[in-house]
Structures are given as C-alpha cells and as structure tokens.
C-alpha cells in the first residue's frame, strides 16, 4: 500500500497521438523501456517489457485501447495515457484527450503530416492539450525533417520550430544537436541500453545550428519578453531563458518545439524524455476543468486542481480485469478519494463506492489508500458508471459534461 503525499509538479499526464504506423507503439515501448519500469518488470517477467495493451495492439494492428500506465523518468512521475491512432476510434482519441495534460505527437519523418494526424491534431486543439513533435524514423529512406515542419505549417497550421537538428539523416542518422543547450547526442550503437555520448556541436554542424536556434529564439520572442528584449539588443540568450520560453509557450499552445530520433534504432528517446519533464505541463500548470448544469442535480461550477478541494474525476475507460472485475480508469480533478469513500455519479445520479484504487503499471498494479487531483487511477467497485460520467463529492457535486459515447468493455486478459 502506498500513500506517500505527491508533488504534482513533477507529474506528467501525457499521450502520445499518431497516425497509424508512424511509430507510436514502438515509441512508447522505448519510452518504457528507458524509464526503467518495463526494463525491471520485464526481467521478473521473463522478457515481456510490453504493456498488456500494446500484445493487443500487435495482434490487432491498429491502436484500440485508452489504459494508462505509470512510469519515471529523472524524479517524475509519468503517467502514459494511450491514445488511440486509428480513424474508426476518434471517439476513443477524444475521451483520452480530454485527461491527458500534454502530448508527444509523432510523425513519420519520411511523410509528414499524413491524413488523419490532421483529424487527432484537431481534437488536440479542440481539448486545448499542448503538444511536442517527435519526428520519428530519421533513419528512413526519404526522411527529410524541412518537409515535415513545411507539411505542419501547411497542414495543421502549427507554430512549429525545431528544437533539434539531425546528425545526418536515412542510414547516416547518427544523433541529435541540442539548439537549446547547443550540445550534440551521439548514437554510437543501436544498443538499446546505449545511452546517448553527449557531446560538443561537430564543426560541420555549427552554423546549421546557430541558424536554427536563432529561428527558434525569434519565434519564442514573440511570446516572451525577455527574449524579445535580447534579440531587440542583440545580445547573448541563455539556455535557460529558452527552456522557461519555451515551457511556457508550450503549455499556453503558441509554439510546437520538434524533437527527432528513431525509436526502431533506439535514438533519440532519451532526450524526448527530458522534453516531456521540461517542456509539457504538470497538472498544476492546466487550468481548472469547468463543470456544467445538469438541470435539477447540479449548478455549473469550477474545481481547482488541489487535493484540499472538493473530490471530482472522469471515468475515461473501463476494462474488465481477470483479478477485479471492472476496472475504472479514472483521471482526478480535484480532491482526494480513499478507498472505501461513497461519491456521487452525478450523470447517472446514483450513489457509488470505492473499494479499491489502483496505478496501473507496464506489468503490475500498486494498490492506493487515497489518490489526489492531478493523479489517473483505475478503481474498483462502481455499479452504475460508464465512460465519460463524473464521480465527485456527494456533499458538494459536479457535472463535467458528459461524453455521450458508446462504452466497449475491453478485457485485459
Ligand atoms: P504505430 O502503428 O504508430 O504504433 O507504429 P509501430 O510502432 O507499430 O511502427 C510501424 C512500423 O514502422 C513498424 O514496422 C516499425 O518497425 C517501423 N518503425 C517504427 N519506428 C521506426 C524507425 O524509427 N525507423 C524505421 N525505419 N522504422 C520504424
């Protein structure tokens, strides 16, 4: 049982959104493998370092799911929320949306924007989840990143900067320069447990990346004075003026910074991940989630994200689980829950009770005594809930507006 106090700053509720094939699955199994989680997991487990959801993905081959799974990376808790890539669950991309704080969109760097990524890129907007870019496959033949950032100005009308440039590109990928930190990673192995070499910006790659920094901080200065100030003087910009620039324009959807790498060569994840704490937000930084009438149950109404609040969440999917029944997914707005606690469904009108709370991770579950606002749990024992309702206080309801979608129970087994 864990129920040590969170520091919600260094939580990260993210998704990784993507058209079909451009390489989200193996994406997200590096990025559990380089958190650590699935790694260890996976050796208890005899080799299995993938998520039950991702074995479903392979033998369907299209994206299905909405679980979530929790893992770390440097200190911060990241809890990945799948979102589904195929066009026939947009309804299923949307609910997932809606919970998710933050996203790493991927894109195939051979092909850009592809048809439906312009279909999630507008959910994305529509549910305001500020994004980076991941242009994956750089080892591609045909991966070109200025077509890319071309295709996502044309196409999804995006603020789109590089925060990265390649190190050669198709077979002669071979790293990543920092335009930030102006410092090169180097991949001298395809090894998975490679870590990247960092180091100092090769010759040939200077005025490339002095260029592009440039570009990046011109872009960045629209939004913050600081750096407007210093281009406006022409002097020198800090690494960590462009970091705190670039968090904020981040998080308030003025600008999409784009990473590179190859996760089918095991480049470039390990950077993505240090995006993913730096650069997208923590659910303290998300403003407060509005609720609606429901005429004759509840008035409309605010919640801040804070665990002294009064108790709401989303039911975001259920699953049926071999062990508990149907599990709950459920990302908390504000408050704090305890197993045991009777909560309102407000949409449903009834009564319900907790008699479990869970984090899901890769390979195992951890059982809670309370979670808080900020948190995405799955929990036990709700009769009457489907996706989309609102459990909150009974003493002090709300009603976040109901999904209205139809509720396929997936089995975990
Ligand atoms: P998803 O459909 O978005 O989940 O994509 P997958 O992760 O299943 O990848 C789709 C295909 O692209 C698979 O055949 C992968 O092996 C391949 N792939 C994924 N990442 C890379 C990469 O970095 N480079 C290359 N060349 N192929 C990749």
Redesign the pocket.
């Known amino acids: 049982m864990s129920s040590a106090p969170q520091d919600l700053s260094k939580y990260r509720n993210i998704g990784i959104m993507?058209?079909?094939?451009?390489?989200?699955?193996?994406?997200?199994?590096r990025i559990l493998y380089y958190t650590g989680r699935s790694h260890k997991l996976g050796e208890v487990h005899e080799g299995t370092a993938t998520m039950d959801w991702m074995v479903q993905?392979?033998e369907r081959g299209?994206?299905i799911t909405s679980a979530a799974t929790t893992t770390f990376w440097k200190d911060y808790r990241i809890n990945l929320i799948d979102t589904p890539?195929h066009v026939d669950f947009t309804v299923e991309v949307e609910r997932s949306l809606r919970v998710l704080d933050g996203a790493i969109a991927?894109f195939?760097a051979a092909n850009g924007v592809e048809p439906q990524s312009e279909t999630v890129w507008r959910q994305a907007d529509r549910y305001h989840v500020p994004r980076i870019a991941f242009l994956?496959?750089?080892?591609?033949v045909g991966a070109d990143p200025e077509m890319c950032i071309n295709s996502m100005r044309e196409k999804l009308n995006a603020n789109v900067a590089f925060a990265q440039i390649p190190m050669g590109v198709e077979s002669a990928f071979t790293g990543v320069i920092d335009l930030i930190e102006m410092q090169a990673y180097v991949w001298l192995t395809e090894d998975k447990d490679a870590a990247p070499k960092v180091t100092e910006i090769p010759k040939q790659y200077l005025d490339d990346a002095h260029i592009y920094r440039q570009e990046l901080i011109e872009n960045l200065a629209d939004f913050d004075d600081t750096l407007a100030e210093a281009v406006l003087s022409d002097s020198k910009v800090t690494a960590d003026q462009i970091k705190n620039a670039l968090r904020k324009s981040v998080i308030e959807i003025k600008i999409i910074p784009i990473f590179l790498?190859?996760?089918?060569?095991n480049k470039g994840i390990q950077p993505l991940l240090d995006a993913v704490i730096h650069f997208l937000p923590s659910p303290l930084d998300i403003p407060p989630v509005e609720g609606t009438e429901v005429e004759g149950i509840v008035a409309a109404g605010k919640r801040s994200p804070t665990p002294e609040e009064s108790f709401s969440g989303i039911v975001f999917k259920i699953m049926s689980d071999p062990f508990v029944g149907a599990l709950f997914f459920m990302r908390i707005y504000s408050g704090t829950i305890k197993t045991g606690d009777a909560v309102l469904n407000t949409l449903k009108n009834k009564k319900e009770r907790i008699t479990k709370i869970l984090r899901m991770h890769a390979n195992d579950r951890e059982e809670l005594q309370f979670a808080s606002a900020g948190e995405i749990v799955a929990v036990v024992g709700l009769k009457f809930a489907t996706t989309g309702d609102t459990l909150c206080d009974i003493k002090d309801p709300i009603a976040y507006e109901s999904m209205k979608f139809p509720d396929p129970v997936i089995s975990l087994a």
Not at 18 to 28: C, E, M, N, V, W
Not at 136 to 140: L, Q
């Open positions: 993507a058209h079909i094939d451009a390489g989200k699955t193996t994406t997200s199994e993905e392979q299209i994206t890539g991927v195939d994956n496959k750089m080892d591609k790498g190859s996760s089918f060569r």
